[in-house]
């Protein structure tokens, strides 16, 4: 592997990267997320020094990681609201039903 081929697997993987992390494409970013691992374990592996353009590449790549695994811990904080709200009107409109139930055999 040589210096333009590892900057072009970095590119790429953040690129790829970037676009399901825009559309929240949450299956598609748990597969790149596989391969950019493996596009860095390459790097690593490599004996190749790498250039500035490289480095740059690596470290936007750390960045990106960095803000998808924050948009992920916000989502998921988001969906554990919306589940404990849906509970909270599911209890409510049992409560209801049941009130319904006893009036109506009364």
Same mark, same amino acid.
């Given at each position: 592997?040589?210096?333009?081929?590892?900057? /072009? +697997? &970095?590119?790429?993987?953040?690129?790829? $990267?970037? *676009?399901?992390?825009?559309?929240?494409?949450? @299956?598609?970013?748990?597969?790149?997320?596989?391969?950019?691992?493996?596009?860095?374990?390459?790097?690593?592996?490599?004996?190749?020094?790498?250039?500035?353009?490289? /480095? +740059? &590449?690596?470290?936007?790549?750390?960045? $990106?990681? *960095?803000?998808?695994?924050?948009?992920?811990? @916000?989502?998921?904080?988001?969906?554990?609201?919306?589940?404990?709200?849906?509970?909270?009107?599911?209890?409510?409109?049992?409560?209801?039903?049941?009130?319904?139930? /006893?009036?109506?055999?009364?």
């Amino acid at each position: 592997m040589n210096a333009s081929d590892i900057e /072009q +697997k &970095l590119k790429q993987s953040y690129l790829d $990267l970037s *676009k399901a992390h825009q559309k929240q494409d949450w @299956q598609v970013l748990a597969g790149l997320e596989t391969a950019a691992r493996e596009v860095i374990s390459e790097v690593a592996d490599s004996k190749v020094a790498l250039t500035r353009k490289s /480095q +740059k &590449l690596l470290d936007d790549l750390q960045q $990106l990681y *960095k803000e998808i695994i924050q948009t992920c811990q @916000q989502e998921r904080s988001q969906l554990q609201k919306q589940i404990v709200e849906g509970h909270k009107r599911q209890k409510a409109l049992s409560a209801y039903l049941s009130q319904q139930e /006893q009036n109506s055999s009364d």
